[in-house]
C-alpha cells in the first residue's frame, strides 16, 4: 500500500477484554513505532521494532501490554484485561531507515474505548 | 526528562491572519519534527528540521538550537489550515519521538 495502514480503525472493548491492533507498515520500512495518544494530548512512546527485534518497550504502561512484529513488517499490539484508562488513539509509524532521523509516516491509528 | 511545551493551546484567527506557533524543549536534540493532525487521527509530516529555516507553500518552520525553540508560522491562514499543531523532537540518540501536547487551530471564514 501506499502508507501505513491500521485496523481496526475503532475499537470498543468491555473492561476485562482483550484487544488486539494492527499495524501494516509501508513496504520495506526498517523502523516501526507504537504510539499512545491519550484525548487532547500528544502522543506518547509505547515501543519501537527494528526489522522484528524490540529494541525498546520502556514506553508500555503495564505487562498488560505486548507487542509484536514476527516477520519484520506486519506489528501486532496486544492489550490484556483492558481497563478505562486504556482509552486511547494507538498510533503506528514507520521510518524507511534505522536510526532515528528518517521521518516518520503515521498511520491513522486505531481509537480504543473501553467501558 | 525531555519536555516538550508548545504555545498556544489554542488560537482562533480569521481568515488570512498570520499565525505562529511556538516550541520549546529542554534537551539537546538531532531533529524537531512540525506534524499536522486532523480530526480522525491522521498524522501528516510538515517539517523535519535540524537548523535554520525550512519553507513550504505558506508555511514556515525555524528553530534556534541554541534558545531550544522552535516556531511553526503559516501566512495567509485559511479555514482548510484547522486543525492540531503538534512539535516533536527526537532527543540525542533516541529513535522515538518525544511530542508536544499540541496547538488547536481554528481558522474561521
Known amino acids: 500500500g501506499a502508507g501505513v495502514s491500521q485496523s481496526p480503525r475503532y475499537k470498543v472493548a468491555k473492561r476485562g477484554q482483550d484487544v488486539a491492533l494492527r499495524c501494516d507498515p509501508i513496504?520495506?520500512?526498517?523502523?516501526l513505532f507504537w504510539y499512545q495518544q491519550a484525548l487532547g494530548q500528544g502522543p506518547e512512546f509505547l515501543t519501537y521494532f527494528q526489522n522484528e527485534a524490540q529494541l525498546d518497550k520502556s514506553g508500555l504502561p503495564s505487562d498488560r501490554f505486548f507487542a509484536e512484529r514476527p516477520e519484520g513488517s506486519v506489528s501486532t499490539l496486544k492489550i490484556q484485561r483492558t481497563q478505562q484508562e486504556d482509552s486511547a488513539v494507538y498510533l503506528c509509524a514507520s521510518t524507511l531507515g534505522a536510526s532515528g532521523g528518517s521521518e516518520q509516516f503515521f498511520g491513522p491509528g486505531t481509537r480504543l474505548t473501553v467501558l | 526528562k525531555n519536555e516538550v511545551e508548545q504555545s498556544p493551546q489554542n488560537l482562533t484567527a480569521q481568515e488570512g491572519e498570520f499565525i505562529t506557533i511556538n516550541c520549546s524543549y529542554s534537551v539537546g536534540i538531532s531533529a524537531l519534527h512540525w506534524l499536522q493532525q486532523h480530526p480522525g487521527g491522521g498524522i501528516v509530516s510538515l517539517f523535519m528540521l535540524s537548523s535554520g529555516k525550512k519553507k513550504h507553500g505558506r508555511l514556515i518552520a525555524t528553530i534556534n538550537i541554541q534558545e531550544k525553540h522552535s516556531s511553526l508560522h503559516i501566512t495567509a491562514s485559511h479555514p482548510r489550515d484547522s486543525a492540531v499543531y503538534i512539535c516533536?523532537?527526537?532527543?540525542?540518540?533516541?529513535?522515538?519521538?518525544?511530542f508536544g501536547s499540541g496547538t488547536q487551530l481554528t481558522v474561521l471564514p
Open positions: 513496504s520495506g520500512h526498517v523502523s
Open positions: 516533536a523532537v527526537l532527543a540525542g540518540s533516541a529513535r522515538q519521538l518525544t
